[in-house]
């Protein structure tokens, strides 16, 4: 009886809490793991990409070859998905470590944060899951949060003046990381539980493995980057997979609503991080466009959330 009712109520107490213990670790995880490539000073997103799907290759190749699972499934269409998935993958962390080098640490992680907001939107498009008039404002009150952190001169003027040319170009790129993170998240929910996280990861990891290989020999820049920058391209690769494992856990151990409203708090480690260590506050209107998309993503998660306990409810009293 105590499992079943277990079952029926979700998580028990003991299990929320190490869920929320996780998931928050893993916030503060990825927001150090941005920090970290703030104090790199050659190393390019390839090295920090190469370095991630590396790792992240060795250590998801153990737990492939215990569970026994096939690297590529019976069928064409799920085989292009995966691949397209770890394409997508490997190109949002791309694009975020090329914007920290453009913008400062917490605008980066605010614009990309905004993939939240954008999954319930894409979904409600490919996949026509539910999308109501209050998450369509949410969406928008989150494009005006980008809008306030982007700042673009012809709607703020001069304010916008000091290295315009690099503002826009971080936010754009941040914004590719969102948008390639929503298509990623997309195409996981297309595929369903039916596919092990560790097929996902591998095809991940070899798909970076080969992109950033490629990548850094068309620009000339493959080479091993100096013992300084390869410490911390290495460690910043480290942490972010132990962050995913952190944040697999949390998964096991509470529902993927309140783990994202959790995992939304990087946006405000991020600014405490680049104010404790790199001495930057962020603009008034970075601050606000940050709050905004913030407060939104959780709001958003939120209404998810009750959604999914009415729905709950209506099969538990059929």
């Not at 390839?46 to 699972?69: C, G, H, N, V």
């Not at 503002?167 to 914004?175: E, K, R, T, V, Y």
């Not at 493959?222 to 920058?229: A, G, T």
Request: hydrophobic share 50%; charged share 15%; glycine share 8%.
């Amino acid at each position: 009886m105590s499992s079943s009712s277990q079952e029926k109520d979700g998580p028990g107490k003991c299990s929320r809490i190490v869920g929320f213990t996780f998931a928050l670790l893993a916030a503060i995880g990825w927001a150090l793991g941005g920090l970290l490539a703030k104090y790199v000073k050659d190393a390019g997103a390839d090295d920090f990409q190469f370095a991630r799907s590396l790792l992240q290759f060795i250590a998801t190749l153990p737990i492939l070859t215990y569970r026994k699972e096939k690297i590529f499934q019976d069928d064409l269409k799920t085989n292009l998905l995966l691949i397209l998935r770890g394409l997508t993958g490997v190109g949002g962390n791309w694009f975020y470590f090329s914007s920290i080098k453009f913008i400062p640490l917490s605008d980066a992680i605010s614009v990309t944060s905004s993939y939240i907001t954008l999954v319930g939107l894409f979904a409600c498009i490919c996949l026509k899951e539910r999308c109501t008039v209050i998450e369509a404002l949410l969406s928008i009150l989150t494009f005006v949060g980008l809008v306030l952190v982007a700042r673009p001169s012809f709607l703020f003027g001069n304010l916008a003046s000091e290295s315009a040319g690099d503002l826009m170009i971080g936010i754009l790129l941040a914004f590719a990381s969102a948008l390639c993170t929503t298509a990623s998240f997309v195409i996981v929910r297309y595929l369903g539980s039916g596919i092990h996280y560790s097929i996902t990861m591998l095809h991940y990891s070899w798909v970076g493995v080969i992109y950033s290989l490629a990548s850094a020999g068309s620009k000339g820049t493959l080479r091993i980057p100096c013992m300084d920058d390869l410490l911390l391209v290495s460690l910043a690769a480290v942490i972010g997979i132990i962050g995913l494992l952190f944040a697999t856990v949390a998964l096991q151990k509470e529902n993927a609503g309140p783990v994202a409203v959790v995992q939304s708090t990087q946006i405000i480690f991020a600014l405490i991080l680049q104010l404790v260590f790199l001495g930057y506050s962020p603009r008034l209107t970075s601050l606000i466009g940050s709050l905004i998309i913030f407060f939104s993503s959780v709001a958003l998660t939120l209404m998810r959330i009750q959604y999914s306990g009415k729905q709950e409810q209506n099969v538990d009293t059929k």
